[in-house]
């Protein structure tokens, strides 16, 4: 990507602005149009390299339960146990990993313990697979950003709020957060979320701005296609006796979440993910940032394949994933 086009990325990444032209906002920063700011992110779509610029409703605030989810698959058959595993629209991440003996990871959801317990036990069943389910006891801090100039996964250390409220306590309908899951490329792309409110643009910016700061709303911002941008690396990094809330402060970290153990089994509660460019630059980064805890004993368990293919969330269930 030539510069310009890097400054774009950036800014709509990591300082999108809450006003009624964002987009003249960004246009301003970087020294160009708007019209060409909002002509190049719609190219970058065609491109598959923006996936959109909206903000994630919290799961937690629609009621359901999240589990990471370990099996143990012969290399033979993953593919169609893979398969099998996207049958679930809530299925949000269906990732191969060099692990053993779990080496199939997912993320799914549910509306109880035992719907999701059951819909796991399923496909371990017809496989004939041993499994872990790893609850979501607690969401530190879920913030996907790719920084395209350190070439790694970069963002503001920070905690996420414990108990967001519901949707019916927000007072806000379904149909606003359907306008600002994913915002249309125009001058003014806040004004039929504001219409379905029936306020300005300006007291619904305002509404965002609340809703974020409760944990309701994940912070607004472009997603990027991390393929498509060069961060072909990813992996889990898991360590022992390490709190959830010294790794949320790393900015490399972009999932944070605290979840159970299964003695004998999976003995990590809290670990995180982190991005890169190549896998040189993970682990340098991963040594650097955990030395500055005092860890020096931890693991990285890379993806090896990514079995929803880069597929949006927005294309399942109506984005109730977290990224």
């Given at each position: 990507?030539?510069?310009?086009?890097?400054?774009?990325?950036?800014?709509?990444?990591?300082?999108?602005?809450?006003?009624?032209?964002?987009?003249?906002?960004?246009?301003?920063?970087?020294?160009?149009?708007?019209?060409?700011?909002?002509?190049?992110?719609?190219?970058?779509?065609?491109?598959?390299?923006?996936?959109?610029?909206?903000?994630?409703?919290?799961?937690?605030?629609?009621?359901?339960?999240?589990?990471?989810?370990?099996?143990?698959?012969?290399?033979?058959?993953?593919?169609?146990?893979?398969?099998?595993?996207?049958?679930?629209?809530?299925?949000?991440?269906?990732?191969?990993?060099?692990?053993?003996?779990?080496?199939?990871?997912?993320?799914?959801?549910?509306?109880?313990?035992?719907?999701?317990?059951?819909?796991?036990?399923?496909?371990?069943?017809?496989?004939?697979?041993?499994?872990?389910?790893?609850?979501?006891?607690?969401?530190?801090?879920?913030?996907?950003?790719?920084?395209?100039?350190?070439?790694?996964?970069?963002?503001?250390?920070?905690?996420?709020?414990?108990?967001?409220?519901?949707?019916?306590?927000?007072?806000?309908?379904?149909?606003?957060?359907?306008?600002?899951?994913?915002?249309?490329?125009?001058?003014?792309?806040?004004?039929?979320?504001?219409?379905?409110?029936?306020?300005?643009?300006?007291?619904?910016?305002?509404?965002?701005?609340?809703?974020?700061?409760?944990?309701?709303?994940?912070?607004?911002?472009a997603t990027l296609?991390?393929?498509?941008?060069?961060?072909?690396?990813?992996?889990?990094?898991?360590?022992?006796?390490?709190?959830?809330?010294?790794?949320?402060?790393?900015?490399?970290?972009?999932?944070?979440?605290?979840?159970?153990?299964?003695?004998?089994?999976?003995?990590?509660?809290?670990?995180?993910?982190?991005?890169?460019?190549?896998?040189?630059?993970?682990?340098?980064?991963?040594?650097?940032?955990?030395?500055?805890?005092?860890?020096?004993?931890?693991?990285?368990?890379?993806?090896v394949k990514d079995?929803?293919?880069?597929?949006?969330?927005?294309?399942?269930?109506?984005?109730?994933?977290?990224?």
């Amino acid at each position: 990507m030539d510069a310009k086009t890097i400054d774009l990325l950036m800014e709509v990444q990591y300082n999108f602005p809450l006003v009624e032209r964002p987009f003249l906002a960004v246009a301003e920063r970087i020294n160009a149009s708007e019209e060409w700011v909002i002509n190049r992110l719609r190219e970058a779509v065609v491109e598959g390299i923006l996936k959109r610029i909206g903000a994630i409703l919290n799961y937690r605030s629609r009621g359901l339960i999240a589990a990471l989810v370990g099996m143990a698959v012969p290399e033979n058959i993953i593919e169609d146990v893979a398969a099998e595993v996207n049958k679930d629209p809530y299925v949000s991440h269906n990732f191969q990993r060099d692990y053993k003996p779990y080496n199939l990871w997912f993320v799914t959801k549910a509306q109880t313990k035992e719907e999701l317990e059951s819909k796991v036990a399923a496909v371990a069943k017809k496989f004939g697979l041993e499994y872990i389910i790893l609850y979501s006891l607690r969401s530190y801090k879920v913030d996907v950003r790719f920084d395209l100039r350190r070439g790694i996964s970069w963002t503001r250390g920070y905690i996420m709020p414990e108990s967001p409220p519901s949707i019916s306590q927000a007072g806000v309908p379904m149909a606003f957060f359907g306008k600002i899951k994913s915002l249309p490329l125009t001058p003014e792309p806040f004004k039929e979320a504001a219409q379905i409110l029936g306020v300005s643009v300006q007291e619904a910016l305002r509404k965002i701005k609340e809703l974020i700061e409760l944990g309701v709303l994940r912070d607004l911002h472009a997603t990027l296609d991390g393929e498509k941008v060069g961060f072909k690396e990813n992996a889990m990094v898991v360590m022992r006796d390490i709190k959830c809330e010294d790794i949320a402060m790393l900015p490399i970290s972009t999932h944070v979440v605290l979840r159970n153990t299964v003695p004998g089994r999976w003995e990590y509660p809290c670990y995180f993910m982190v991005h890169g460019v190549s896998r040189q630059v993970i682990e340098d980064y991963v040594r650097n940032a955990l030395k500055g805890l005092g860890v020096s004993e931890y693991k990285l368990l890379y993806s090896v394949k990514d079995f929803l293919g880069g597929m949006e969330m927005g294309k399942r269930v109506e984005k109730v994933a977290e990224d």
